[in-house]
């Protein structure tokens, strides 16, 4: 139960999303195995710190690493460790 109050929390006080939109990412949420709102938020949604409705590249690029997870990357450190 607690996982639902911080969700609702999160949702009303932090992103101020209306009853509409909170039920809306409480669902997609729940559809994708349970997952808490803010981890969703946190790692999946990209926009603009100034204007949410924008997404600045410059702000992307801050967020995105194109090395992270990248398999030449891995495959590069693991052959090489071998």
């Given at each position: 139960?607690?996982?639902?109050e911080?969700?609702?929390?999160?949702?009303?006080?932090?992103?101020?999303?209306?009853?509409?939109?909170?039920?809306?990412?409480?669902n997609?949420?729940?559809?994708?195995?349970?997952?808490?709102?803010?981890?969703?938020?946190?790692e999946?949604?990209?926009?603009?710190?100034?204007?949410?409705?924008?997404?600045?590249?410059?702000?992307?690029?801050?967020?995105?690493?194109?090395?992270?997870?990248?398999?030449?990357?891995?495959n590069?450190?693991?052959?090489?460790?071998?």
């Amino acid at each position: 139960m607690q996982t639902i109050e911080t969700d609702l929390q999160f949702c009303l006080e932090t992103l101020g999303l209306d009853d509409k939109q909170t039920d809306e990412i409480l669902n997609c949420c729940e559809n994708l195995g349970a997952i808490p709102v803010e981890y969703f938020c946190e790692e999946f949604i990209f926009g603009s710190r100034e204007n949410s409705e924008e997404i600045d590249p410059e702000e992307v690029n801050r967020l995105h690493d194109s090395d992270y997870l990248s398999i030449a990357e891995f495959n590069n450190l693991h052959w090489r460790s071998h």
